[in-house]
C-alpha cells in the first residue's frame, strides 16, 4: 500500500514507514500459510469433537497415567507465555534497552501461548460441558471447587496473568494505534475511513498532549511492577500442579523456581524461533538484528544454565538423602522405558544451549534459530518427562504402567500448534508488530537505531 | 521510555578519590577490631574447653555467613560486568573488599577439622532419619574436607584473580600514595605496566571472561557448602532446594552489606560519589532480592507442609516449634517483612542513611539465619544464644572488619580507569 508509506524524509518517518508498510497487505505465501493452518486446526477439531462424543477412552490416557500430553501441552504452553512478560515487564524495569523491538511480539505470542494453554484442561476434561464447575460462586448444586487444591490456584493464576499480560499490551500498543489513526486520516476511501474508525476507537482518543503522555508512562510503570511478580507466581502455581502430590518425581522443594526458569527458557527460544522468519516475511531485518539475538542468547543459556543445574541437583539430592524410593524413580526415569525421551530432553535443554557460551555463534542468527527449534523441542520433552515418566512409576511396583499417546491426543498436540500460530499470523498484519514509539524514543536517546548491529555509544 | 535519566554523576576527579585512600588504619579502629578479634579467639579457646558443640558450631555458623557475605560481594562486581549493570561499575569495589576476608575464611574452614566431631552428626554412624544407609561415597569427614579444601581454593582464587584485575589498572596512581608493606604489594600488583589505557583494556578483557567462570564456580560451590555444612547436619533431609536459598542468602547480605559499607564509607571517609539515582538502583536490587529471597524461601516450605512427608519435615518442623519457633519469626521479618515495608518507599531507597539501616537490618536478619539453619540440627536443648555465640560472633566481626580496613585504606574504592564494563549508564524508567 504505497499510499500508506510515503517516502521517509527522516529516520523517524521511516521508522513509522517500515512498521505500518507491513501490515494489511498479505501475499500469496501468507494466505497460503493461513490456510493450511485452518486445515490442520479442522483436523484437531474434528478430533475433539470424537473425543467428547466417544469419550475419553479414544485417548491414550489411563492407569496410571492420567495425566498424558494435553497436560504435558498446557504446562509448555504456559511456559511459553512467560518471555512476553519478561521481557516487556522486567527488561523494563531493568533498563535493557534491547527489548524495545521485540518486545511487541513477544507480549502478543504471551497472550496466545495462555489462550493456547487455556484449551488444554478443557479438552482434558471428561465432560467438558461441565467446565463452569470450575467457577467458584454461589450455586444451587452446593458445590464449591476445592481451594486447598492446586489446580484451582492455577485456575486464579493463569485467570490473572492472562488478563494483566493483556492489559498490558494493550496500553503499550495505545500511542501506536493513534499514529495508524492519524495516517489513515490522510488517505481517502473508505476502507481508510473504517480503519481510521477502529484504531480511532482502540486508541482511546490519544493525542499525544503532554500530560497523555506523563499519565500513560506512569500507568505503563506501574503495571511493568505488577507484572513482574506474575512471573514468578504463574508458574510456580503450575509447578504446584505437581510438586504438592508425593508423587516421586513430582514432589520436589526446587520446582518452583525451576518451572519459572524453564518456562522462562522456552518462552525465549520461541521468541527466537518466530522471530526468524517473521523478521524476514515483514522486512523488517533492520530491527531485529544480530545485536537482539545475541542478548536473547545470553539469556537462554542463563536460563539453559539454571534448568540443568535443576536437573543435576535432583539427582543429586535423591543419592544425597539416602532414600531409595526417591533414587530409584530418578535412575527409572534415565534408564527406563522413557529413556529416549530423558536424553532429548537433557540434550535439547542442556548440552545445546552450551553454544551460546560464543559470542559468534549468538550473533549468528540461523545457528541461533536452530539452537531455538532445538530448545523447543527439548522443553516439550521435559515437561513429557517430568508428567508421564513420574505417575508410571510411583511407590507401588503393582501400580506401575506405560502411557502412548493416541492419534486423537497427537492431532490435537499439532492443532495446538496451528491455533497458536494462526493467531500470531493475524496479529502481524493487523496490529504494528514491532513498538513504534519505542523505538523512535530509542533512536532520539541514542541507545539504538534500526540498522545497528550493537548498542550505539 | 525516558521517564527520568541517569544523567547526573557525581564527578569523580582522580585526584580526589587518591586523596581518599589513608594509608593507614586509625589507631581507635585498629584497636577496636583488634581487640574483638582478640576477645573472639580468646572466648572461642574459653568456649571450646567450657562448651566444645556450642563453641564449635558457633564457628560454624559465623564461617558461614561471613564467608557468603566475602565471597559474593566480588560476585557483585562479575554481576555487574554479566548484566552490564552500569550503575553499579563505582560501586563493585566497595562489595569487591569483603573479599579481603577470603584467605582467613580458607584457614578457619580447614581449623573446622579439628571440630568435626562436635558438628558432623553422622561421623560415628551414617545413616538417614529411617536408618537407611547414607552414601559413604559422600559422607566421610577426610571427603568431607579434601573436597572443601580443593573447591574453596578455586572458588577464593578465582575471586581474588577478579579482584586483582579490577585494581591493577589503578596501581601505579595509588603507589604514589603509600609506603611500607602496602607500597611494595601495590607495586608487585602493579607490575610491568603498561599505559593507562592498555591495562584498562586488558583487565576489561579478561574480566569480561572471568565473570561467567566466577558466577559458576559461586553458584556451585556454594551449593556445595550448603550441602556439606547445613544439610548433612540432618541426614536424609531431602530439599532440593535448599542449597540455591543459601547462596540467594549469601548474595542478597553481601548487597545489604554493600549498601551498609557505602553509606558508611560515606560518612567516615567522605566518599560521597554515588549520585542519589545509583542509591536508588542499589536500593531497588536490595528490595527485589528480598522478595525473591522470601519467594524461595516459600517455594520450599509450601511443597514441604502440604505433602507432609517425614524425609522432608524433619528440618522444618524443629524450626516451626518452640523453642525455635521465636528465631524463624524474627529472622524472616528482619530479612523480608520489615525491608519489603520500609523499601517500597522510594525516599527509603534513595537516602543512604535509611538504606543502610535496613541493610543493616537484613544482615542481622542473616546471622540469625544462618544460625537458625545450622544449630537446631544438631542442638537438643533450648536455644544456646548466650557468651560463647556473643564473643564468637564478635572475634569472627573483628577479623573481617581487619581485613576490610586492610582493603580499604590500601586500594582506591572508585575506580579511576574503566577496568570493568564500558559506557555509561542507560536510561529508563527511574
Known sequence: MATVAPPARTPLSRVSRDIIGALWEPDWRYRTMILVLLAILGWAGFAWVYQIKTGMGTAGITHPVMWGVYITNFVFWVGIAHSGT????????????WRTTINRAAEAMTIFAVMTAGLFPLIHLGRVWYFYFLAPYPNQRLLWPNFRSPLIWDFFAISTYFTISLLFWYSGLIPDLATIRDRMKRLSGRMARFKERVYGALALGWHGSDSQWKNYRRAYLYMAAIATPLVLSVHSVVSWDFAMAITPGWHSTIFAPYFVAGAIFSGIAMVITLSVPFRWALGLEDYITEYHYDNMGKLLLLTSLIVGYAYTAEYFMAWFSGDQVEWESFVWRATGDYAGPFIVMVTCNVLIPLLCFARKIRRNIRAMFVISIFVNIGMW????VIIVSSLAHEYIPGAWGLYTPSWVELSITVGSFAWFLLWFMLFAKALPAISITEVK?????????PGDKKEGA | MVETTHSYESPAEPHEILARVPGRI??????????????????????????????????????LFFSGLAAAGVLFGAAMQLAKGHWGKSMHRIAQGFGAFLPISYVLFLLLYLGHGQIFPWIDNPVNFEGHPLPAAWFNVGGLFARGALFLAVLYVLCFAFMYYSLRPDMPAAAKRLSGWRRRLVDWMGRDYGSVDTEAARSRRVLGRLAPLLALAYVVILSGMAVDLVMSLTPG???????????????????????????????????DYFAPNQWHDLGKLVFAFCIFWAYLWFSQFL???????????????????????????????????????????????????????????????????????????????????GWIELVVTLGFLGVFGVCYALYASTFPLIPLADSIIVGSPRKGPY
Not at chain 2, 252 to 271: C, E, F, P, T, V
Not at chain 2, 337 to 351: G, H, R, S
Open chain 1, 86 to 97: 519478561l521481557i516487556s515487564a522486567i527488561l523494563y524495569l531493568l533498563r535493557s534497552g
Open chain 2, 26 to 63: 586509625s589507631g581507635r579502629l585498629l584497636a577496636a577490631l583488634g581487640a574483638s578479634a582478640g576477645i573472639g579467639a580468646l572466648g572461642f579457646v574459653l568456649g571450646v574447653i567450657a562448651a566444645p558443640q556450642r563453641a564449635w558450631q558457633a564457628y560454624l555458623v559465623n564461617f
Open chain 1, 381 to 384: 520433552y521435559e515437561r513429557f
Open chain 2, 303 to 385: 511443597p514441604i507442609w502440604y505433602g507432609n512427608l517425614p524425609r522432608e519435615t524433619l528440618f522444618i518442623e524443629t524450626r516451626m516449634r518452640a523453642p525455635w519457633q521465636g528465631l524463624s519469626i524474627v529472622f524472616f521479618a528482619c530479612i523480608f517483612l520489615l525491608p519489603f515495608l520500609l523499601l517500597i518507599w522510594q525516599k527509603v531507597k534513595m537516602a543512604p542513611a535509611y538504606l543502610a539501616s535496613v541493610a543493616g537490618l537484613i544482615l542481622f536478619g542473616f546471622w540469625l539465619e544462618r544460625f537458625n539453619t545450622v544449630v537446631p540440627s544438631i542442638w537438643a536443648d533450648g536455644v544456646p544464644l
Open chain 2, 237 to 271: 533431609w531431602l530439599s532440593v532446594l535448599f542449597p540455591a536459598y543459601f547462596f540467594i542468602g549469601s548474595w542478597l547480605s553481601a548487597l545489604a552489606g554493600l549498601a551498609l559499607m557505602a553509606a558508611l564509607l560515606r560518612k567516615h571517609m567522605q566518599l
Open chain 1, 441 to 449: 524514543e530509542s533512536i532520539t536517546e541514542g541507545v539504538w537505531s
